[in-house]
């Protein structure tokens, strides 16, 4: 399975947008991208998941261009809450591999 | 719905000793997973099974033992404690229908061993 790459940590302050973009260059024809979201002490919590163009829910939004060589994760209006790991993974019919993800701080 | 379960919560092990992590799931999901998370890093998986009677190994096995005797339930045996298995499992659950899959995560099991 491809593997993502993703920033190790971001700073935002509450209220603003925060995007978050994973490069995943070798991503083939059947994968899905797919966000979780950790907080400290539980198990990943799904957020989002796209194959092409854009996605969006209750929570975010999913940005994916063209060539699906990269994807954004976009956070509208960050809470303090919102402060978590965030994973980037391609999902392809039964396996998912999570990288290190990308730790987001949000400050008041 | 419980979704998934894991047992125990927290567990400290001797060297050399041996253990089974518990899960569960009440979603009639096929597929399980079992992941293992170590301080400040990403989780790896270890196992995963696509339905009662038929699991495989992901990316880190070495170790481990599972098995798949019902669709509720998915154990990971440990069944010689070394130091480098200390880190956090979770076990995970999706329907395994299509194409496009969701994960559903346990509460995880801390595990130390010494």
């Known amino acids: 399975l491809a593997k993502t790459t993703q920033p190790i940590s971001m700073d935002s302050y509450e209220g603003q947008e925060v995007n978050i973009t994973c490069s995943h260059n070798?991503?083939?024809?059947?994968?899905?991208i797919t966000w979780y979201q950790q907080f400290p002490s539980q198990g990943p919590r799904f957020i989002i998941q796209?194959?092409?163009t854009k996605v969006t829910n209750e929570v975010a939004s999913l940005f994916i261009p063209a060539d699906r060589k990269s994807s954004t994760l976009s956070l509208p209006r960050v809470s303090l809450s919102d402060t978590a790991v965030y994973y980037c993974?391609?999902?392809?019919?039964?396996?998912?591999?999570f990288g290190s993800g990308t730790k987001l701080n949000v400050k008041p | 719905n419980a979704g998934v379960t894991q047992t125990p919560k927290f567990r400290i092990l001797k060297i050399g000793q041996s253990m089974t992590l518990q899960c569960a799931q009440d979603?009639?999901?096929?597929?399980m997973y079992w992941y293992r998370q170590d301080p400040g890093m990403g989780l790896k998986l270890i196992y995963y099974?696509?339905?009662?009677?038929?699991?495989d190994k992901g990316e880190v096995p070495n170790g481990y033992n599972v098995s798949r005797s019902t669709t509720e339930d998915f154990p990971l045996r440990l069944e010689l404690a070394a130091p480098s298995q200390t880190s956090v499992y979770f076990c995970?659950?999706?329907?395994?229908?299509?194409?496009?899959?969701?994960?559903?995560f346990g509460p995880g099991t801390r595990l130390l061993v010494l």
């Open positions: 995970a659950s999706s329907t395994g229908t299509g194409i496009q899959e969701t994960q559903y």
């Open positions: 070798n991503i083939a024809t059947n994968d899905y």
């Open positions: 796209g194959y092409k």
């Open positions: 993974l391609l999902y392809n019919f039964n396996k998912f591999y």
């Open positions: 979603m009639n999901h096929n597929y």
């Open positions: 099974s696509v339905g009662a009677g038929i699991t």
